[in-house]
């Protein structure tokens, strides 16, 4: 027999964000699988769907595979969620898709809120590609190439960071020589008390190393420079000369040239000024 594994993406802060597909499959299903029974227990009361609930999590999700196997080999359905968001993203939970696959049972994804998604959507950064970080480890060779893969990626990035440590990752980003980089800081993502705070890297660490941060944190970085290259000029010219025509003053092109070439204001202030001065050029 087979059975079907839902993979539900649940809301990250505002219930109102719950999809009506993920009520309907979480209201059915014979078993939902979750990181924290005790939080998701909570939102499944609010649901009114009464289900049984089994703990997956990364420390017992090796041990949870074979119980699972067993509940979809009997044709039965199961749901992983996390504890907010879409699971397996920087969660619990690859290990179970991924045995799920392999005994060739069903694996449906019900699309739900994702943190990473909803920071890069109001980030203002290019998002046609982007690389996610998922949280910095917090000490060692690890991190040490942590910072090296955002050093060099040349696309917008995101990351996840625990708000006590926010502003010591933010400082040590500056210190590595990332602290021109165009950031955005979301905190509380969908809360009551959600924002997003934009600035350079180094702006940044100065802002939250002086106030006590809460809430769940995602930062999105503007596109850098694989290699520390400088972007080719003409590129630059010509997207800002684009700007320009559609009536960006010349504070909004060095913004723009500041976000999604990683320049520094100094550099791309000097380039919105010779488009100003030299437009058809």
Same mark, same amino acid.
């Given at each position: ?33 979750? %990181? ?26 090796? /041990? ?20 907010? !968001? ?5 969660? #619990?939970?690859?290990?179970?898709? /991924? ?25 203002? =950064? ?5 690389? =996610?970080? !998922?949280?910095? #480890? ?33 400082? %040590? ?5 990332? !602290?021109?980089? /165009? ?11 959600? %924002?997003?705070?934009? !600035? ?7 802002? =939250? ?21 400088? #972007?080719?000029? /003409? ?43 030299? #437009?058809?050029?």
């Amino acid at each position: 027999m087979t059975g079907t594994l839902y993979v539900v993406g649940t809301p990250i802060g505002n219930l109102d964000d719950m999809p009506r597909r993920a009520v309907r499959i979480l209201r059915s299903v014979d078993v939902c699988y979750a %990181e924290d029974t005790r939080r998701t227990g909570t939102l499944l009361a609010r649901l009114e769907a009464n289900v049984r609930l089994r703990s997956l999590h990364r420390h017992n999700e090796r /041990a949870r595979v074979d119980e699972l196997l067993g509940v979809l080999a009997a044709g039965r359905s199961a749901a992983l969620v996390s504890d907010a !968001g879409t699971p397996t993203i920087s969660d #619990p939970g690859c290990r179970a898709v /991924a045995a799920a696959r392999e005994a060739g049972q069903e694996v449906l994804a019900i699309p739900g809120p994702s943190a990473v998604l909803a920071a890069l959507s109001v980030s203002g =950064f290019p998002a046609d590609r982007f690389l =996610f970080l !998922g949280f910095a #480890p917090r000490r060692g060779g690890e991190r040490s190439a942590w910072i090296d893969d955002l050093r060099g990626c040349a696309d917008t990035a995101v990351a996840f960071e625990a708000p006590g440590r926010l502003a010591a990752l933010l400082d %040590e980003l500056t210190k590595a020589g990332l !602290g021109e980089r /165009a950031a955005v800081v979301c905190r509380e993502l969908t809360k009551l008390h959600e %924002e997003s705070t934009a !600035g350079s890297v180094r702006a940044l660490a100065s802002v =939250f190393a002086a106030r006590e941060v809460r809430g769940e944190v995602t930062i999105v970085f503007g596109s850098g420079t694989a290699g520390n290259e400088a #972007p080719d000029l /003409a590129v630059l010219m010509e997207e800002a000369r684009h700007w320009s025509r559609d009536g960006l003053r010349r504070r909004e092109i060095a913004d723009r040239l500041a976000a999604e070439f990683g320049l520094s204001r100094n550099e791309a202030y000097r380039v919105s000024l010779q488009v100003q001065e030299a #437009p058809s050029e």
